[in-house]
């Protein structure tokens, strides 16, 4: 059942039947990573659609493996979500990035009104601990709330609306930041929307792809912006990696961008470079 060879970590296809000692394989070789620090973050710029000026970065887990070389998260996101060390994993990215941020507002002036954004999966939404996970994550780090910004996708609002609004109130309470991932690919009515404290919608990729070339998706994107507009929420584009998408999104309005465009996911060290030209 493994299509990946000689290993686990090729691409985990959730569809695939794995036997139970192909998953149990799975879950040793991640828990092992954990324990012996083979996950990295890397960083992604999020800028200013008319300054690119950095106001965010998004952080990406990778594992650096010891045989296969740096791995992406298709390749094991999939499987430690269906194993649970998704909870860890995922407490370990937010601890690193709350760290991170704190580090290079400790070494750059210019890092001061900086973001950070740390992805979420569904089962650590779930997670009953997850609230006080990133209390405490804040707290370690010494890092205000207002300047973490936590990624949800729709799919996980509307799996069940009412816990996952109690679980948003309640992080809302603790100060941060919720921006809804993927924006545009799941099925989220225009009313829940309304009611949920999401203070950043993320277009989804797909819909920048062609949006220089493809009237449908200009008439979509801007739809999306006014959307924003209307619920007092932040607009950002995904995926730009031309100066024709970004001229027709900064255009139609929308706030900030991320993409190949404006810089690949980075090192920190990379980062703290960016923000000395900030300075500049
Ligand atoms: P995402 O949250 O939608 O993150 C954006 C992905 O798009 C990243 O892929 C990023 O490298 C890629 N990307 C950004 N700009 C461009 C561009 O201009 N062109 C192209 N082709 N790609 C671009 P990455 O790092 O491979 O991450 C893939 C997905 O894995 C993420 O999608 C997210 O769903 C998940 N992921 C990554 N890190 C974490 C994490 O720490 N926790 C959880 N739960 N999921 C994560
Ligand atoms: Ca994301
Ligand atoms: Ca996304
Ligand atoms: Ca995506």
């Known amino acids: 059942a493994k299509r990946a060879g000689r290993n686990g970590y090729a691409i985990f296809d959730p569809t695939m039947t794995l036997s139970v000692l192909e998953e149990a394989q799975q879950r040793a070789d991640i828990e092992h990573a954990?324990?012996?620090?083979?996950?990295?973050?890397?960083?992604?710029?999020?800028?200013?659609?008319?300054?690119?000026?950095?106001?965010?970065?998004?952080?990406?887990?990778?594992?650096q493996h010891p045989r296969d070389g740096l791995l992406g998260p298709y390749h094991f996101i999939a499987s430690a979500e269906a194993n649970g060390l998704i909870v860890?994993?995922?407490?370990?990215?937010?601890?690193?990035?709350?760290?991170?941020l704190a580090r290079w507002r400790a070494e750059s002036p210019a890092a001061a009104g900086l973001h950070v954004n740390v992805n979420l999966s569904a089962r650590q939404f779930q997670y009953a601990g997850l609230v006080e996970d990133v209390a405490e994550a804040l707290?370690?780090?010494?890092?205000?709330?207002?300047?973490?910004?936590?990624?949800?996708?729709?799919?996980?609002?509307?799996?069940d609306i009412e816990t996952a609004k109690e679980t948003l109130y309640?992080?809302?309470?603790?100060?941060v930041r919720l921006a809804i991932d993927d924006f545009?690919?799941?099925?989220?009515?225009?009313?829940?929307?309304?009611?949920?404290?999401?203070?950043?919608?993320?277009?989804?990729?797909?819909?920048?792809?062609?949006?220089?070339?493809?009237?449908?998706?200009?008439?979509?994107?801007?739809?999306?912006?006014?959307?924003?507009?209307?619920?007092?929420?932040?607009?950002?584009?995904?995926?730009?990696?031309?100066?024709?998408?970004?001229?027709?999104?900064?255009?139609?309005g929308i706030d900030h961008g991320q993409g190949y465009l404006f810089g690949r996911p980075a090192e920190q060290e990379r980062i703290l470079e960016m923000l000395a030209v900030t300075v500049a």
């Open 170 to 175: 309640a992080l809302r309470g603790l100060g």
């Open 34 to 63: 954990l324990e012996h620090d083979e996950f990295r973050v890397l960083y992604q710029p999020v800028v200013d659609m008319t300054t690119q000026q950095l106001i965010a970065v998004e952080a990406l887990v990778r594992w």
């Open 88 to 100: 860890p994993l995922g407490r370990w990215v937010l601890r690193q990035a709350c760290a991170q």
């Open 184 to 252: 545009g690919t799941g099925y989220s009515s225009l009313s829940y929307l309304k009611q949920l404290p999401v203070d950043v919608i993320k277009i989804d990729k797909t819909f920048v792809d062609e949006v220089h070339i493809d009237e449908d998706d200009v008439a979509l994107v801007d739809a999306v912006a006014g959307l924003g507009q209307a619920l007092k929420m932040k607009t950002v584009a995904e995926g730009i990696e031309t100066d024709a998408q970004w001229d027709t999104l900064r255009k139609i």
């Open 139 to 159: 707290a370690d780090a010494g890092l205000d709330a207002a300047s973490l910004t936590l990624e949800i996708t729709e799919s996980m609002l509307m799996a």
